[in-house]
């Protein structure tokens, strides 16, 4: 099943189930109108909206419309949790490496996770709008999970019931920012800006056997400028699956329905796969060259993030913005 | 003008205007169903809604019922943006000396904030329910302030028109576990468990001239097991104050309605006016005699924060938490 939220009707805009081809789409207003409302009933609704799905895969739907992918807000538009991973640790070192900053041995054994901004999740043809092409702006490709409602404490055994929907999304980076705010103690806040998704979640049985219940075994392909970044395997040099994120998000806390896990930037050691952000690269250019060529996303930049099944067939739709100066409005 | 949100009524609770002396309530499903939903129309509703305070101060709301302070949830039971500041130095520099961690320059002309999680929001009475008395288990007394939707890259000038409400918080912290978290480099996640708030947020009017548009200049009393923990006064030693955390956090995105942004733990360099965590007692006990008494928060003790205004009624009314061993549900 994929479900998507178109962005009219609202901050939360209008949930839509979306066929299997991501070509056509229908509202589901008796089950339920936004896709928060549907993460809070999930055990309700489930099984009506995928019966809608069937349908609509059948042609059987009267109402179902073309999807314009551009008439479409995140998935979430607005999220409660969004909790992101660090869970490639091939990644976190060369990032690491780039901001001269410590990679602390605990990385290795104990999953570094960090509370992201969620009131404002950007749609999948959204422009990356900031205000200083000079901060470094940066893609990040991940993935990310969408949960139930999740108990205290539980451990990643129990967490892989929890997980009811899987996305790919950009954590947009301002990679000059992050030092100054770092180096202060308590993380990201300026130097995360909004989050951009995919056109839909998707229920884990769309990803076929890529998908064993922990991690999602695809390349996740992103572009710049119509030029490959890269194409690592989501499922490889994975050092903490999804349901070890979630289970560690819950040491102190329950999770509400509609906690979106992501698992950080997808990031193979084997560098002839490309990279998914360019911090990556240009550290890589650093080792190997000495030289750092590749520079960071200017106004007009397009990037492009999407994830084919072995068919070669577009799983959750691509993600593709262009960055863009922010005017403020006038008063 | 005063407002809560009664638990009853699903995730989001219900909406009621309360009388200015906390006693009395009334719903108002014909204006707006939930806080977040008054919040999303503010320009709509608020005057709406003063007009009930109005008439339900004046005892003229036919089915006005008593307030019981243990059925209310937070005022915003689930937020999508909640934004902890760090804006009291004298705090910073005594737990940080605590953990051992720097004291970087640039917080002294640069305000820090960060992410916090809000997907699950605790009410003024509910207990602090945690699996181990081992972590280190504190309060955190704070103030807040709540916006409507605030465009990306405003002054602090501008920030002022966007406060709408103000409240108090109890940003719970286990201090055993930041040391660990906080060297990963991204912040809190797990050493900061679910944020308890007051039973309702006001608007800045019911402040008086304790509020001057930028701060609130009355002391906020916090205590444990009875015992008077602090009362700094909130006016006093603020660093970075509220329309100029409002402005920080607007640097790279936009805030959506309802976003909550705090103060940070009250604190005072006088150091007769006590503390508003225990931590700060214990460094400061550490630094007058060499040892730490003060222990952190047991299963069974209970912890009070309250603002009382010029004539001793309290504002906000108070946050009274027990501290609770976490039990698994059984499966």
Known sequence: MKLASLKAGGRDGTLVVVSKDLAKATKV????????????????????????????????????????????????????????GSAYLSHAELVRKARGAEMPESLYSDPLIYQGGSDQMIGPRDDIVLADEGWGIDLEAELAVITDDVPMGITAEEAVGHIKLVTILNDVSLRLLMPAELAKGFGFFQSKPSTAFAPVFVTPDELGDAWDGRKLSLPLVSHVNSELLGRP????????????????????????????????????????????????????????????KTPFLKFGDVVRVEMMDKTGTSIFGPIEQKVVRYERPAV
């Open 233 to 292: 395997d989501a499922g490889v040099d994975l050092n903490f699956d999804f349901p070890t994120l979630v289970a560690h998000a819950t040491k102190s806390r329950s999770l509400g329905a509609g906690t979106i896990i992501g698992s950080g930037t997808v990031s193979n050691r084997d560098r002839s796969v490309g990279s998914s952000c360019l911090q990556e690269r240009r550290m890589i250019e650093k080792i190997e060259t000495g030289e750092i």
């Open 29 to 84: 207003p008796e089950i339920a109108a936004t896709m928060q409302l549907a993460l809070d009933r999930w055990s309700d609704v489930g099984e009506r909206l995928r019966s809608v799905y069937d349908k609509l895969n059948g042609g059987e739907i009267a109402d179902a419309f073309e999807l314009n992918h551009a008439d479409l807000a995140a998935p979430l538009p607005r999220a409660y949790q969004w909790c992101d």
